[in-house]
C-alpha cells in the first residue's frame, strides 16, 4: 500500500496524558498536512510542512501541540496535557506543490478519545 | 468572508436513485473547487478538482458541475448504491499571497437506503 498512512488509528487516553500520532505520506509528495475533525464538521486545518519546513501554522494549534518532520519524509503530532476537547479525528494527507495546490490524499486518521 | 456553505446538510434516498448536492461559496480569488468523498470513520477521498475554466467534469457515477460567475458548484450521483452513503464535502481552494488555502464546507450526509 503506497498511501498515506497513519498510526496509531484509536488512541485513548486520559486527560493530562501526552499523545503522539505519526504519519507517512506518499513518499514522492513534499507537502504534509495535519487536519483535525470533530463529528458532524468538516475538517479543520491545524499545520502544513513543505519538506522539512513548517510553513503554517493554525491558530487552534495551542502551545500544547507540536508536530514535527524532521526528515522532510514522516511527520508527528504530538498533544501534550490532553483535554477532553482535544478528542477528535486527526487526519494527515499529502501532496505534491502545484500551481493547483496539489491534489490532497489523505490517510485513514488517528482518532483520539481523552476521558 | 471567505466561506463554503453546503446543502442540504442531510439527505435520505433509496438505492438506485439521483440525487444532487449544492455547493455555495463566497471565497476569492478563486483557485480551484474540490468534492471529496469522506466514509464513516475514515479519511477524504477526492471525486474531483476543478478549476475556474470547467464547468463539468465526470468521475463514474459522479458529475461535477461549476458555475464560477455565481460561485455555485453542484454533485450529481447517478444510480445510487449503497455504498454511496458517505459525507461529500466541498473544498474550495484560494491563493493567498504565495499560498493556496483550503476552505472547507461542514459537508452533506447521503444515507443510501435498500
Known amino acids: 500500500d503506497t498511501g498515506v498512512s497513519q498510526d496509531p488509528r484509536h488512541k485513548i487516553t486520559k486527560r493530562g496524558q501526552n499523545v503522539t500520532f505519526r504519519c507517512d505520506p506518499i513518499?514522492?509528495?513534499?507537502?504534509l498536512y495535519w487536519y483535525r475533525q470533530t463529528l458532524g464538521q468538516g475538517p479543520e486545518f491545524l499545520t502544513y510542512?513543505?519538506?522539512?519546513?513548517?510553513?503554517?501554522k493554525s491558530r487552534l494549534l495551542s502551545d500544547r501541540f507540536s508536530a514535527e518532520r524532521p526528515k522532510g519524509s514522516f511527520s508527528t503530532l504530538e498533544i501534550q496535557r490532553t483535554e477532553q476537547g482535544d478528542s477528535a479525528m486527526y487526519l494527515c494527507?499529502?501532496?505534491?506543490?502545484?500551481?493547483?495546490?496539489?491534489?490532497?490524499?489523505f490517510g485513514e486518521g488517528s482518532r483520539l478519545t481523552v476521558l | 468572508k471567505n466561506q463554503v456553505e453546503q446543502s442540504p446538510q442531510s439527505l435520505i434516498i433509496l438505492e438506485g436513485k439521483n440525487c444532487t448536492l449544492q455547493?455555495?461559496?463566497?471565497?476569492?480569488?478563486?483557485?480551484?473547487l474540490r468534492w471529496y468523498k469522506q466514509d464513516t470513520g475514515r479519511g477524504p477521498v477526492s471525486l474531483t478538482i476543478?478549476?475556474?475554466s470547467e464547468n463539468t467534469k465526470s468521475n463514474g457515477r459522479y458529475t461535477a458541475t461549476l458555475d464560477a460567475d455565481t460561485k455555485q458548484s453542484s454533485l450529481h450521483i447517478t444510480a445510487s448504491q449503497l455504498s454511496d452513503s458517505a459525507s461529500y464535502i466541498c473544498?474550495?481552494?484560494?491563493?493567498?499571497?504565495?499560498?493556496?488555502?483550503?476552505?472547507w464546507g461542514l459537508g452533506t450526509s447521503l444515507a443510501v437506503n435498500p
Open positions: 473544498v474550495v481552494i484560494f491563493n493567498a499571497g504565495n499560498n493556496r488555502k483550503l476552505i
Open positions: 513518499s514522492e509528495h513534499n507537502r
Open positions: 494527507a499529502s501532496s505534491l506543490s502545484g500551481l493547483d495546490g496539489g491534489e490532497l490524499f
Open positions: 510542512f513543505q519538506n522539512e519546513a513548517q510553513l503554517e
Open positions: 455547493c455555495n461559496y463566497t471565497v476569492s480569488p478563486f483557485s480551484n
Open positions: 476543478m478549476t475556474f
